[in-house]
């Protein structure tokens, strides 16, 4: 449950934390608090490994030249891993044994939908103020028209795309491009968009696979040598890309049909100049809510503005996809 005190509270020492899968920005948003709190006179600590780290004591003080250099650095310096000690209530006694060695009495969590729960949970059973600033690459968080590190991982998917297309081209080919997005096709639907892909498959709109065939066979008709559909990895309409590649393949055998998964290189690399400023204005926002007294709520963003929402509705919100977005894709692929 979120917590808001009205007047200015007693925070001395604040710990930050990366959890979960890493993402562009994430270090700017680590600087961000460091040198927040550093400007307020407040003590802060970094928590290295999540959750999992602060099980094990692995805190160490942080100062404003700890960050040095790291704005423009993909990763987190801070190290991530998955927890199930933590998911006990045992494991989050010896966490908070920890904090308390150190007289934390509050803590940024960076991360996800899985980090906040577990940040929420904490600040339930021990009273510590959490505040959650989201840092994955889908998007997938609600409350936030933009999370840390998806406007950089949908500029390395279409710099990709774009050396794919000219693949594709030279040799009349079909690629099936997949990207992250399990839940979510933020990534597959604006990136699609941006590359000029013939085709977008997200998992909040089932093409199928018959409309699938006779779109890239009117693609063939009207002219089009070679072609790029963009996938989100939580696509429902085949088991998997390669799947669904053989059965264009064996349905379409005017197309030569290649697979490019991109993987994980789109959560690496150096984090655009948006996913710094935001991470920046994210993680100062987190430590003037601290201090204010605020608990168990999330720093987003809307129409430019830095948001607040309760942890329990980031968590249990659905993140919308853009249907203007999707017909805008739909003229595009004439």
Known sequence: METTVSSDALITNIAVLTSGGDAPGMNAAIRSVVRSAAFYKIKCFGVFRGYQGMIEGSIKPLGPRSVNSIINKGGTILKSARSDEFRT????????????????????????????????????????????????????????????????????????????????????????????????GHIALNTGIGAGAEEILIPEANMGLDRLLQSLKRSKKSGK??????????????????????????????????????????????????????????????????????????????????????????????????NELVRVSEIMRL
């Open 225 to 322: 040598l070679s072609s790029i559909v963009m996938v989100a990895e939580g696509d429902k309409i085949g088991k998997n890309v390669f799947e669904l590649a053989e059965y264009i393949e064996d349905n379409l055998p005017d197309y030569e049909v290649r697979v490019s998964v991109l993987g994980h290189m789109q959560r690496g690399g150096a984090p655009t100049c948006f996913d710094r400023v935001l991470a920046s204005r994210m993680g100062l926002r987190a430590v003037e809510e601290l201090r204010k007294g605020t608990s168990g709520y999330m720093i987003g963003i809307g129409n430019g503005k830095m948001t607040l929402t309760p942890l329990d509705k980031a968590i249990k919100g659905e993140s919308k996809i853009d």
């Open 89 to 184: 209530k045992e494991g989050r006694k010896k966490a908070f044994a920890n904090l308390q060695k150190s007289n934390i009495d509050a803590i940024v969590v960076i991360g996800g939908d899985g980090s906040f729960t577990g940040g929420l949970i904490f600040q339930q059973e021990f009273g510590i103020p959490v505040i959650g600033i989201p840092g994955t690459i889908d998007n997938d968080i609600f409350g936030t028209s933009h999370t840390l590190g998806y406007d950089t991982a949908m500029n390395t998917v279409v710099e990709a795309v774009d050396k794919i297309r000219d693949t594709a081209i030279s040799h009349n080919r079909l690629f099936f491009v997949e990207v992250m997005g399990r839940d979510a």
